[in-house]
């Protein structure tokens, strides 16, 4: 069976005896119920965050990569812009609104247009 990123952080945290909340005043910029999510599989570090773990936990940002199984968030991009029904449809089942998405899109892409303001 394969191990996922969030049972290799448990597995890590669990060998140094750190509680959830321990291990977020280590990282310093996550809570101890988002690290309780990142375990689980409800969550996912950014990789500034996951950086902070690794460092936190005494491991390689490396190491945690391996246990990464999410495809490629670049290549999800690249797929949303070349088929943007496709976007559309991850905006909805991940239930970000319209506004949410352009500046996630905007944030991570350069060159977007602004985020138009939601009309009221």
């Not at 246990?67 to 089942?93: C, H, Q, T, W």
């Amino acid at each position: 069976m394969v191990k996922t990123l969030g049972e290799r952080i448990r597995e890590l945290r669990e060998g140094q005896d750190l509680s959830l909340r321990e291990l977020s005043k280590r990282v310093g910029e996550a809570s101890a119920a988002f690290l309780s999510d990142v375990e689980l599989g409800r969550r996912f570090p950014s990789e500034k965050t996951l950086t902070n773990l690794a460092v936190a936990l005494g491991t390689t940002l490396e190491d945690l990569q391996e246990y990464d199984s999410r495809p490629p968030v670049e290549e999800f991009r690249r797929i949303a812009i070349a088929n943007p029904a496709l976007g559309v449809a991850f905006r909805k089942m991940a239930g970000l609104s319209e506004e949410e998405l352009l500046k996630l899109l905007k944030d991570q892409l350069p060159g977007m247009p602004p985020v138009p303001a939601k009309k009221k």
